[in-house]
């Protein structure tokens, strides 16, 4: 059996950190109480979430108590988005958001278009980066929320949230940040960057899937989406996933500790592929701005072939040609339209996305295999670009 392929999708997901799975275990068998049990069963478990809390809180600069632990970032996105619509339903009637967000963001923008609110929906500019110009001129008396992603999933291009926040607090509006993929890998702070709602997602930083968390600064508006009992300050109601959540503290810890680190490593591996790729790929161009995106994310396109079927020819690597959570991964990229970037360049578009195991002789393996799948298949493959 042969090697596996380089793992170059880390944007769609992680591997669980081994410290990360050694914490969880005892929690699956040992400490399994329910956390609202006044019993040392329960009162041990509720010690591990409050711990686990102030570990997330510490990521982003947050206290402990503006935590709130979800299933996922997309229960998230639907608690801060819904949960602020339906606090502010009969004062406001205005919402923004740009269209370069993730469907966890725009689906219930749609959804609350659809019940009557305003919606706005702003442009971004060829890096996908949305300009605070543009959030100022939508900005209306009736508008409640904007909300803005902090860096894209399929470009990494880092959005300039704190001048955003300027003008949002000065106004009174809340805005909302989805950090889901930016947390652990650049950092994230509510207070330097301006929000006040903020999404995390655990399987983004080596956590397991199926816990997230949402930030929400004291004194925010917010309603649940959700009813039942009074978990999780009553905005999250359900039993906590008490293993996971003690996975996602100890990822944020670790997060918090390899940053600095990770983020140069991750630079120098991202450029080192990037150079190879450019020095053997007449034609090849970057998606997004060379300086400011995530220091693991790399979006290229490929002349003369689709990046749908490079990536099958390609079996040495695994990567995607945009988010892992779109209906479909066939047709070109919304976020790469909104640039402004023709179809044809779009279709021959790969996200290559790095992760804190990626060393640097499989940064080689994967640069030389898509340059020889691409020369032997250039033309080929229906794209003209």
């Known amino acids: ?84 619509a339906r606090a502010l339903a009969g004062k406001k009637r205005h919402l923004i958001t740009s269209l370069i967000e993730h469907p966890s963001v725009m689906q219930p923008f749609l959804k609350l278009h659809e019940e009557g609110w305003e919606v706005t929906v702003l442009p971004v500019d060829r890096h996908g980066r ?34 955003i ?44 899937k199926g816990v997230g968390g949402l930030y929400v600064r004291t004194g925010t508006p917010l309603l649940p989406v959700s009813v039942g009992a009074g978990h999780e300050r009553g905005l999250r109601p359900g039993t906590e996933n008490v293993p996971f959540i003690v996975g996602l503290g100890v990822a944020a810890e670790l997060a918090s500790r390899r940053l600095p680190e990770a983020q140069a490593h991750l630079r120098g591996l991202r450029d080192k592929l990037h150079e190879t790729l ?7 161009v970057l998606n997004g701005p060379f300086e400011a995106r995530l220091p693991n994310t790399l979006n290229i396109s490929f002349p003369g072939v689709t990046g749908a079927a490079l990536l099958q020819a390609a079996t040495d690597v695994a990567a995607s040609t945009g988010s892992a959570c779109h209906a479909s991964g066939h047709g070109a990229s919304g976020v ?50």
């Open 1 to 84: 059996m042969g090697a596996k392929p380089v793992y170059l999708d880390y944007n769609a997901t992680t591997p669980v950190a081994p410290e990360v799975a050694g914490a969880i275990e005892p929690y699956l068998r040992e400490h399994f109480g329910n956390p609202s049990s006044f019993h040392v069963y329960g009162q041990k478990a509720k010690a591990a979430v409050e711990q686990a809390r102030g570990e997330v809180a510490a990521l982003v600069g947050a206290k402990p108590e503006e935590i709130v632990f979800t299933g996922c970032a997309t229960e998230a996105n639907n608690l801060a988005i819904q949960g602020v």
């Open 336 to 385: 790469l339209g909104a640039m402004g970037i023709s179809p044809e360049r779009a279709a021959g578009a790969v996200r290559l996305s790095l992760g804190w195991d990626t060393t640097a002789a499989e940064i080689d393996r994967a640069a030389w295999a898509l340059i020889e799948v691409w020369k032997s298949t250039r033309g080929k493959m229906g794209n003209p670009f």
């Open 130 to 163: 949305v300009n605070p110009v543009e959030v100022e001129r939508a900005i209306r008396p009736d508008t409640a929320l904007v909300s803005v992603m902090h860096a894209n999933n399929e470009t990494g291009t880092i959005q300039p949230i704190a001048e």
């Open 165 to 208: 926040a300027a003008l949002t607090r000065q106004r009174g509006i809340i805005l909302h940040v989805d950090a889901a993929q930016s947390a652990g890998k650049i950092p994230v702070d509510v207070d330097a960057l301006g929000a006040d709602l903020l999404t995390l997602a655990g399987h983004k930083f080596y956590a397991p």
């Open 278 to 284: 450019l020095a053997a790929i007449p034609g090849l």
